[in-house]
């Protein structure tokens, strides 16, 4: 039972394997999209590279959330490309779409790199690719969209931070005593230092802003066609079919064992019962 049990397992997913290829096979395609580093609002900070390289990683991660939030994703399927699909109709309503997105739909974000993984998997890989390249476009559209009015609110940051420390410099040149001299002309030079950072930072947001072509995100291109099936994996059928059938059979011979054992128990009180 213990090595017919593993055997039987293996052509029980084999069967499975090859049906559902044949059957009802899936797809997935997949393309990048770069994500661009965040503009700094306050450049006088100077932050570590490691905690840099975490806060471009953290950029990238929200907008992997962005993209698989429920507003994008009902963003797709308003899209007239994603409606003519089959995946589309074959789903009924909204609700079973959303949810199909939800499970099949991925966005992950590279840690290593700039760049967002942006995947679909269903059964048609024509249509696996469309949807991808449908999202990807429609996302990177939007946040042109939403461009101008974070520049503007970074613009007021930085211009009132320049103001401020105008103030400032200007309180110090006012006072600096013989006696305080040196200490004041070190905070002074600080004052300038940090007012020319933030000067450059201005005019980095003002170019930026002048061109709004430039986005937060750039599509590196369109997904291709997926060729090899994504599911089912015989990798994945195989070897756990044969392990399904080597716990059954362990399972089975315990029982088998079990029940030896209380039938010889039950044996040997009726034979030690007086007549």
Known sequence: MVIFAPI?????????????????PKYTARTYMEVLPP?????????????????????????????????SLQRLLKSDKVKNT????????????????ERNFEAVAYRDGDFVEISMTC??????????????????????????????????????RRDTIQRELKAIEKKIEPDLAKQQLK????K????????????????????????????????????????????????CGAILGFISGIGLFCIGLIGLVLLGRKAENKEGCPD
Do not use: C
């Not at 084999?14 to 009802?24: F, I, P």
């Not at 089959?86 to 997105?101: A, I, P, T, Y």
């Open 39 to 71: 503009v700094d609002v306050d450049p006088t900070v100077i932050e570590p590279a490691v905690v840099q390289k975490e806060i471009r990683y953290g950029y990238r991660l929200t907008m992997a959330s962005l993209i698989k939030q429920h507003s």
């Open 86 to 101: 089959k995946w589309f109709q074959s789903k009924g309503n909204e609700r079973k779409r959303v949810k199909d997105l």
């Open 123 to 160: 059964r048609y890989p024509e249509e696996a690719a469309l949807i991808v390249n449908e999202m990807v476009n429609l996302f990177v559209a939007s946040q042109g969209g939403t461009k101008k009015a974070d520049i503007v609110d970074k613009l007021d940051i930085l211009e009132s």
């Open 8 to 24: 039987l397992g293996l052509i029980i997913a084999g069967a499975s394997w090859y049906l559902l290829r044949k059957y009802s």
């Open 192 to 239: 300038i230092r940090m007012l020319n950072a933030v000067k450059e930072q201005i005019e980095k947001l003002r170019i930026i802003h002048e061109d709004l072509k430039t986005p937060k995100v750039r599509f590196v291109g369109n997904a291709p066609v997926p060729l090899q099936v994504s599911s089912p994996r015989w990798e994945l059928y195989f070897p």
């Open 187 to 190: 905070i002074r030079d600080e």
